[in-house]
Every structure is written in structure tokens, then in C-alpha cells.
């Protein structure tokens, strides 16, 4: 039982590249998330879908767009990517909502230089 | 979401129970307590939420003051690996999305 699994663990941009981070989970959870995390900063919330084909913004979204392919994935895509955006992301799934904890990927590293 | 306010940092000897503390005043009646773990360098783990009663797992125990007002994370026996930083998050319990604040840094120490 993979979880909640996380492509690529580590990427380099240059500033203007596109890029789609991908994601996928094995626990047929309804929701999905995205979010980030910054040095000396917690995680917020880029976008999160409650249910198969919604999604919604949290509270940085903008550079980002996100699409639920299916129920287990959820793709995060830069369209061009900013030094700004160097970060660390985490997806996420949930059980129907307000069950249990999150599930949370091991994080892909982005780099944009 | 309630705002949480939690200590920067805490030390606590291997073997020993590490409690960290949790303040969320601001509490409403229909919001949970949860508290995550992030290791250095992974995504961050589930160990345990509450309502108003105690709870415990294999993980740790949660214990929340009758008003609802603070709660205190226990780890009852602290190993190395039990160092990471603590997050204590406030939510709705059917609303779906939540905020990580800056957490608790917990070292464990030999």
C-alpha cells in the first residue's frame, strides 16, 4: 500500500519553464491537496479538490493550476515558473470528509532559476 | 480555522514523555484539535485529533482541558526518531482544507 505518491522528488526550472507536478493515491480518499512549504514557514494550502472533478483555491494560488484527472490523481501545474516559486510540495489526501487525518506524499523539491 | 499558538522549540531526554503544549482559545464548538508531525525532509504524518474527551493511540495521547481552550500532545516514551517538528491545527471537522502554522521543534536528546 503505496499511499500518496509524489513525481519527480527533485526538479530544476529555469524561470518561464512549465512544469506539472503529479500525484496519485491508493486509498480511494474523496480529497485531494496542494501545498507548499517555505523555509521557516508551516505548509499553505495552494489548492485542494473536495471531490472528484471540483477543485478549489487555497490561499496562494495564483501561478498555479491543478486538475483532477480521476479519482487518485491530482496534477499540480506551473505554466511559468518564477524563482517565487522554489518551494517544497506536498500533496495530500483525505478519507469523505472530516474523517481521519491527511495522508501526505514525501514532497517534490523544486528549484526555479 | 482557530488560531493555535504552540512553543517554538522544546527538548526532552530519549525515554522520557514529551508533552507539548497547545493554546487555542479562540476554539469553537465544532472545531477538532489535530495535531502532525514533519521529519526532516518528509511529508508530514497524522498521529491523533479530538473533540472534547481524551485520546489515545499507538502513537501518543491527547489530552484536552474541559473548556476546550489549550490541549497538551504526550508522547509517552520519547525515541530519537521522535524528533521532528509538531504542528497543532484547529478545524471544522466537516470542512475540508486547513492551515499548518509554524509548529513545535521537538529535539530529542540522548
Known amino acids: 500500500n503505496a499511499g500518496v505518491t509524489q513525481t519527480p522528488k527533485f526538479q530544476v526550472l529555469k524561470t518561464g519553464q512549465s512544469m506539472t507536478l503529479q500525484c496519485a493515491q491508493d486509498m480511494n480518499h474523496n480529497s485531494m491537496y496542494w501545498y507548499r512549504q517555505d523555509p521557516g514557514m508551516g505548509l499553505r494550502l495552494i489548492y485542494y479538490?473536495?471531490?472528484?472533478?471540483?477543485?478549489d483555491k487555497g490561499e496562494v494560488p495564483n501561478g498555479y493550476n491543478v486538475s483532477r484527472l480521476n479519482k487518485r490523481e491530482f496534477s499540480l501545474r506551473l505554466e511559468s515558473a518564477a524563482p517565487s516559486q522554489t518551494s517544497v510540495y506536498f500533496c495530500?489526501?483525505?478519507?469523505?470528509?472530516?474523517?481521519?487525518?491527511?495522508?501526505f506524499g514525501s514532497g517534490t523539491r523544486l528549484t526555479v532559476v | 480555522d482557530a488560531k493555535t499558538t504552540q512553543p517554538t522549540s522544546m527538548d526532552c531526554a530519549e525515554g522520557r514523555a514529551a508533552n507539548l503544549p497547545c493554546n487555542h482559545s479562540?476554539?469553537?464548538?465544532?472545531?477538532?484539535v489535530y495535531w502532525y508531525r514533519q521529519i526532516h525532509s518528509q511529508g508530514p504524518q497524522y498521529i491523533i485529533h479530538?473533540?472534547?474527551n481524551n485520546e489515545t493511540n499507538e502513537m501518543a495521547s491527547l489530552i484536552i482541558t474541559e473548556d476546550r481552550k489549550s490541549s497538551t500532545l504526550i508522547l509517552p516514551h520519547a525515541t530519537l526518531r521522535d524528533t521532528a517538528v509538531y504542528y497543532c491545527?484547529?478545524?471544522?471537522?466537516?470542512?475540508?482544507?486547513?492551515?499548518f502554522g509554524s509548529g513545535t521543534k521537538l529535539n530529542v536528546k540522548p
Open positions: 479562540t476554539i469553537s464548538g465544532n472545531e477538532y
Open positions: 479530538g473533540l472534547k
Open positions: 491545527i484547529v478545524r471544522v471537522y466537516n470542512f475540508n482544507k486547513f492551515y
Open positions: 495530500a489526501s483525505s478519507e469523505e470528509i472530516g474523517r481521519g487525518g491527511y495522508t
Open positions: 479538490s473536495a471531490s472528484e472533478g471540483t477543485t
